[in-house]
């Protein structure tokens, strides 16, 4: 069966570090776009960061630049998400997400097809 599964969340004062990871099982990412995302209650999934397997282009949301940093290990089928200086406007359940790449167009408009369920990341003032 193919399955993404994410672990590293938790609860982190403003202004720590968190690093997620998102792993893998039945398939492997090859040249997929891999993403992450986050939602908080209420409100749709917002796109975080995602790179190309394609040529490992990266992007990220304006509200993460230069605090997060997205990267993966293909070798071991496993994504990451490096988040610092966290904000409590951060807190949300962050799910990975798997789709076809879109070199051309960029992988923030991917739609992703395949997703995780989730790790729950809480930042306190």
């Known amino acids: 069966e193919m399955e993404l599964a994410e672990s590293g969340g938790g609860l982190v004062q403003a202004g720590g570090s968190l690093t997620l990871s998102c792993t893998a099982s039945?398939?492997?990412?090859?040249?997929?776009?891999i993403a992450w995302f986050r939602q908080v209650p209420g409100k749709e999934h917002e796109g975080v960061s995602c790179?190309?397997?394609?040529?490992?282009?990266?992007w990220y949301a304006d509200s993460v630049k230069g605090r997060f940093t997205i990267s993966n290990d293909n070798a071991k089928n496993t994504l990451f998400l490096q988040m610092n200086s966290l904000k409590p406007e951060d807190t949300a359940s962050y799910s990975c997400?798997?789709?076809?790449?879109?070199?051309?167009?960029?992988?923030?408009?991917?739609?992703?097809?395949?997703w995780g369920r989730g790790t729950q990341v809480t930042v306190s003032s």
């Open positions: 997400a798997v789709g076809r790449d879109l070199p051309s167009e960029g992988c923030e408009r991917v739609a992703y097809a395949k």
């Open positions: 039945g398939f492997t990412f090859d040249s997929a776009a």
């Open positions: 790179i190309s397997g394609t040529d490992g282009t990266t």
